[in-house]
């Protein structure tokens, strides 16, 4: 295929010379590209072939055909989409796993459940706040700071009796309080 490189700069002559190139070369890319990626790959790596062309024929330095640059065009682009595509498979087979367990993980709570523990956790501090304030300290003591009964007798100044007692009170004041529905 005959080019005049001294007329490239004409958008015109451009224009016509990426039309009978593309038109002369079209089919063999398009067979190159399809024999080593599949016919679907094949096409859009040859599309881009062409585009690459359109890009930058104007700085491509005349000697070798058209044809070779396209060709070696192809080829590297093929390289590259096969390394994209084996890429792509290691990473499905990496986190493939993880996310079939995502997926798969148990159900979901059905849907009201969300609505049943907030309704739950606002009749718990509700019925917080009618108990002793001795009564709820000892509560937060044991269940929040995990404190033992021992170490909550000797910060309140108790006997560890008295500190059971008022634990075991509190917890039975709290689960009635519970039971008592919202309004308590």
């Given at each position: 295929?005959?080019?005049?490189?001294?007329?490239?700069?004409?958008?015109?002559?451009?224009?016509?010379?990426?039309?009978?190139?593309?038109?002369?070369?079209?089919r063999?890319?398009?067979?190159?590209?399809?024999?080593?990626?599949?016919?679907?790959?094949?096409?859009?790596?040859?599309?881009?072939?062409?585009?690459?062309?359109?890009?930058?024929?104007?700085?491509?330095?005349?000697?070798?055909?058209?044809?070779?640059?396209?060709?070696?065009m192809?080829?590297?682009?093929?390289?590259?989409?096969?390394?994209?595509?084996?890429?792509?498979?290691?990473?499905?087979?990496?986190?493939?796993?993880?996310?079939?367990?995502?997926?798969?993980?148990?159900?979901?709570?059905?849907?009201?459940?969300?609505?049943?523990?907030?309704?739950?956790?606002?009749?718990?501090?509700?019925?917080?706040?009618?108990?002793?304030?001795l009564?709820?300290?000892?509560?937060?003591?044991?269940?929040?700071?995990?404190?033992?009964?021992?170490?909550?007798?000797?910060?309140?100044?108790?006997s560890?009796?008295?500190?059971?007692?008022?634990l075991?009170?509190?917890?039975?004041?709290?689960?009635?309080?519970?039971?008592?529905?919202?309004?308590?």
């Open positions: 295929m005959a080019i005049d490189w001294q007329r490239l700069a004409d958008d015109d002559y451009y224009a016509d010379v990426c039309t009978r190139v593309y038109e002369a070369c079209q063999g890319i398009l067979r190159y590209c399809a024999a080593r990626l599949g016919d679907a790959l094949g096409a859009e790596v040859m599309q881009e072939v062409f585009l690459t062309m359109v890009k930058t024929l104007r700085t491509y330095r005349p000697g070798p055909p058209v044809e070779g640059w396209l060709y070696g192809a080829k590297q682009k093929c390289q590259q989409a096969l390394r994209n595509r084996t890429r792509r498979q290691d990473i499905a087979t990496a986190f493939g796993k993880d996310i079939q367990q995502q997926v798969h993980a148990e159900p979901s709570s059905p849907p009201g459940a969300g609505l049943e523990a907030r309704e739950r956790a606002t009749r718990l501090a509700t019925s917080l706040t009618k108990l002793p304030e009564e709820r300290i000892v509560l937060h003591w044991h269940f929040h700071r995990d404190l033992s009964v021992a170490e909550s007798a000797e910060a309140l100044g108790m560890e009796a008295a500190v059971r007692k008022r075991q009170r509190a917890l039975r004041r709290l689960k009635e309080l519970m039971d008592d529905g919202p309004t308590g």
